[in-house]
């Protein structure tokens, strides 16, 4: 992307983002006198340098330490090289110590021709000996096919035997939790169990609406994923009015978990509604320092009708066309009647 060169009232050049004596120009910090926040590169310190000491390269990094080179680390990048030098010829002296010990003990060694055979001569074959070659190959391949054929073929039909048991169980399978759903749906349910605190009589009559009244907001408590709703809740009581032997008259947070987790696991309730998301609030970046130009609107050019004097037809003439008329095109084409002097100063023109 090009760099866009601002210019101010006063006619000075933004040099924000630009790069002066190792300086980077950050942003501008005051109007009158014009000065800018800048950046050291090498140490990262921070100032304020005004235009004209940028303008005429009279701008520096005005820490002292800036520049300058660590004695005591420099020190260490040497001690660091030399022992590095030092390593690297320990490595060079014993790799060559290694490499003449292993040419001493292998001077006389003779590989036998075993290991190492002539390669054959390089042999032209003729057509007739390529063709052969390859009507060999093809018997080799065909016979090879015909001994792994029945192997191939049990192996597919052991295969179409396995998907032939796996669709059978997957259909068992699903007509199995097809009944068991509709068992627990409208029958009894073989798994559930009665809780003890509903059997009892230890609970007095006045405070049963109270007792009643504390285990279901424990079984709202305990279930937080429970969908509060009219279906639900005819559910869940049809669901232990099926499964008692007694009209229900106490129901305690246990048993409304167990009827709620063996309902929910055959997919018999109403899930609870996904939360509807609100959109990010991104923040909005503005410009502090500068205010922003209007757009000015894109007007059409004006047009006049006339009429065209070297043509004698109608046509329309812009404003900048009119501007370069002379007065005597313009009464030509806009039939403008001159006046008793312009016909005089046309009179005499003409002559």
Known sequence: MPTVT??????KVDLTGRTV????????????????AVKCETCSATTSESHERLIHGAAKCRNANCGKIDR????????????DEARYAAEEADRAARLARMEADTADYVRPERYAPKPPEHLIMSERERLS????????????????APRLQAEAEAAEQIAQ??????????????????QIATGKDDQFVIDPATCGTGIPTKEVATWQSSQYTQFLTDNPEFHQCPENAEAISSYLARNTQKPL?????????????????????KSKPAPERK???????????????????????????GRDYATGLEREFTEREINRMGSLEFQRAFEVIPTVSELFTQLSEAR
């Open 6 to 11: 601002r210019v101010m009232n006063d006619g």
């Open 21 to 36: 004596n190792g300086l980077r120009v950050e942003r501008m910090t005051q109007r009158q006198p014009l000065r800018y």
């Open 72 to 83: 005591k680390q420099e020190r260490l990048i040497e001690a660091e090289r030399i022992a």
């Open 133 to 148: 070659i390859r009507e060999h190959q093809q018997a080799e391949e065909a016979e090879q096919a015909a001994l792994d």
């Open 165 to 182: 048991v796996e669709e059978q169980f997957k259909e068992t399978a699903s007509n199995l939790a097809r009944v068991q759903r509709e």
């Open 249 to 269: 008259k106490l129901i305690s947070a246990k048993q409304l978990g167990d009827a709620f987790r063996r309902l929910s696991e055959y997919g018999l309730l």
């Open 279 to 305: 959109p990010l609030e991104r923040p909005q970046h503005i410009n502090l320092d500068f205010a922003p130009e209007p757009i000015k609107p894109v007007t059409e050019p004006k047009t006049y009708k």
